[in-house]
């Protein structure tokens, strides 16, 4: 069936660092696939998308772009800021509701 | 603000009673999604309403139901509830069904955090 696996946390950085969390996963064909972001006490939202190979999605200073001969979907971010501390989640969606990763914890410290 | 509304914020009921969770989606979109957010289990789907009928179903327990109505917000009622299902619930929409578009994309409610006693 399809999966997600990503990066365990939590990650810790401090402010401007940059960052990076890895996402693969496992899908026949060409699933879609999403960044949701889950801040303190808040619902998720999302980040960004990516539909077909090779493309990348991008919001707020994050990128990921999808590697089909990788089955990837890194999250990257040059300088990280205090408020981007919360719950990164991958997901991806092939013909069915979103599968989700189990997500990554950021904090970011000043 | 995603536009999906979800009623209550907290719950907090004991073993064995039931409760209802209420989602209003976005205007104009067609399909509601459930899921369980727990620390051991993360987020899982449980079930998917397209314009009132059942279109996808997860991971749910038969104690479990759903359903949308003809204004299409949705309910989710939890029955005989065990410690094991505190978590939080949320609801997500989107305009198409589950054979729509793969580029739909969800919006998701703030969510319901159910404590069960």
């Known amino acids: 069936g399809n999966s997600v696996t990503q990066m365990e946390g939590p990650v810790t950085l401090s402010e401007e660092a940059f960052l990076t969390i890895n996402c693969t996963y496992t899908a026949t064909g060409y699933p879609s696939l999403f960044w949701y972001v889950q801040y303190p006490g808040e619902g998720l939202q999302l980040l960004l998308k990516a539909t077909k190979a090779d493309d990348k999605g991008s919001n707020k200073g994050f990128e990921a772009t999808y590697r089909k001969e990788t089955t990837s979907f890194h999250l990257e971010k040059g300088s990280v800021q205090v408020s981007d501390s919360a719950v990164y989640f991958c997901a991806l969606r092939r013909n069915t509701p979103l599968v989700f990763g189990k997500g990554t914890r950021l904090s970011v410290i000043a | 603000d995603s536009g999906v509304t979800q009623t209550p914020k907290h719950l907090i009921t004991a073993t064995g009673q039931r409760v209802t969770l209420r989602c209003s989606p976005r205007s104009g979109d067609l399909s509601v999604y459930w899921y369980q957010q727990s620390l051991d289990q993360g987020l899982q789907f449980l079930i998917q309403y397209y314009n009132g009928e059942e279109r996808a179903k997860g991971n749910i327990l038969e104690r479990f139901s759903a359903q949308q109505f003809p204004d299409l917000h949705s309910e989710l009622n939890l029955s005989s509830l065990e410690l094991g299902d505190s978590a939080l619930y949320f609801c997500?929409?989107?305009?198409?069904?589950?054979?729509?578009?793969?580029?739909?994309?969800?919006?998701f409610g703030p969510g319901t955090r159910l404590t069960v006693l």
């Open positions: 997500a929409s989107s305009v198409a069904g589950a054979s729509g578009r793969l580029t739909d994309t969800q919006y």
